[in-house]
């Protein structure tokens, strides 16, 4: 199976490394896979050995010219299953395969956030040609039915990751490394510095922790838009020696192992691969319920799950972990072990590469027209 996968962000992020996860995957199975990526992107540099790439980086959802170039590859390459894995990659392969002639390829789409689908024309006419639609999450797969996808051109893999690697990652001790107080508890995030993610309500939680566990530590690891209003916040409530926010880390993995917990207090979520990291890596969690999170947090088991927004009850879940090591370490195990059974990153590209299967052999007995509700 010939699959040419299109990703058109250039920051690094969970999606990306999904993409990364699922063309070097299909590799390893014995699978032909090429990629499209930005040629200044993290993705194209990280995965620039041992793989077809192809620089391309749309200037909207309109670049026509993009467009046209993609077609060209298309047709050249000729691959069995073209696979979009952001919004801006649905519309310029939308675009390009209206382009050609003859026979085309199954148009397959990554969804791996709860929004829901735009409603202007454009985003109904490119959301059309898509094939099948893979969901991150059940949440994700539910919103979009409820959106006018038609159920049957919709999937869920749940996303996974490399567990090997994850392991053979060696530990990074964040006292030594953002020199933290010797024994004060670390509590870690990792998401992109962006309103849905929710780390404003992790701050505010914080204030309150710190006076149950005043040499409590947390470390906001990512960057984004609301980096400045962050740290403004975090002045505001003098929380200086508290909260540390040191950006993009590419040894974030490694620094994962020394967080003695793992904080995500987004307001909206697709899933949530940080999770599957920190759970990887022997971490309790405490998350909110937004969107696919129950389906990877199993709670009491695993972690804590609260309301999203919910600052009090947030901390209050923080402070209980805290005091309780051995609960702690017992989630982490739980959480390692519900990672292995469920989120790998070998069972996801097979899920994946079912979905290719079952479009290859039905094509030319394409279903009718999805249908977007008004």
Not at 20 to 29: D, Y
Not at 187 to 206: D, E, F, P
Not at 277 to 305: F, Q, R
């Amino acid at each position: 199976m010939f699959s040419l996968h299109i990703d058109t962000a250039r920051t690094w992020r969970g999606g990306q490394n999904q993409v990364l996860q699922t063309v070097l995957g299909m590799r390893s199975a014995g699978h032909r896979a090429a990629l499209v990526a930005h040629p200044g992107g993290e993705l194209r540099r990280r995965a620039i050995e041992g793989l077809e790439l192809i620089p391309m980086a749309p200037r909207s959802e309109m670049d026509l010219a993009a467009a046209f170039r993609l077609s060209r590859v298309i047709r050249q390459l000729r691959p069995e299953i073209i696979h979009a894995h952001d919004p801006h990659a649905v519309a310029v392969a939308a675009l390009a395969r209206s382009m050609g002639s003859g026979p085309q390829a199954p148009l397959v789409a990554s969804r791996r956030v709860d929004f829901h689908i735009k409603r202007n024309a454009f985003s109904r006419w490119k959301y059309r040609q898509v094939d099948r639609f893979v969901c991150a999450s059940e949440t994700i797969r539910r919103m979009l039915v409820g959106d006018g996808i038609p159920e049957d051109r919709t999937t869920t893999v749940h996303e996974g990751i490399d567990i090997e690697r994850v392991e053979a990652t060696p530990a990074l001790d964040p006292h030594a490394e953002f020199w933290l107080p010797h024994g004060a508890p670390v509590v870690g995030n990792v998401a992109a510095l962006v309103a849905h993610k929710g780390q404003r309500h992790l701050i505010a939680a914080a204030a309150l922790v710190v006076r149950e566990v005043p040499d409590a530590r947390f470390i906001i690891l990512g960057e984004g838009e609301l980096r400045p209003a962050l740290e403004r916040q975090v002045r505001e409530l003098r929380l200086d020696k508290h909260v540390i926010l040191p950006g993009f880390r590419p040894d974030v993995l490694s620094l994962h192992k020394g967080f003695d917990l793992f904080v995500l207090p987004s307001v909206t979520e697709g899933l949530g691969t940080s999770l599957l990291d920190a759970m990887a890596c022997g971490k309790a969690i405490v998350a909110t319920e937004a969107g696919g999170i129950p389906e990877v947090v199993a709670h009491d088991v695993t972690g804590l799950l609260v309301p999203p927004r919910d600052e009090r009850t947030l901390a209050a879940a923080i402070v209980l972990l805290l005091k309780e090591p051995e609960r702690r370490a017992a989630m982490g195990r739980a959480g390692q072990e519900r990672v292995r059974r469920f989120f790998s990153a070998e069972r996801m590209v097979q899920e994946t590469l079912a979905v290719y299967q079952r479009l290859h052999a039905a094509r030319g007995r394409r279903p009718d027209e999805a249908y977007i509700a008004p």
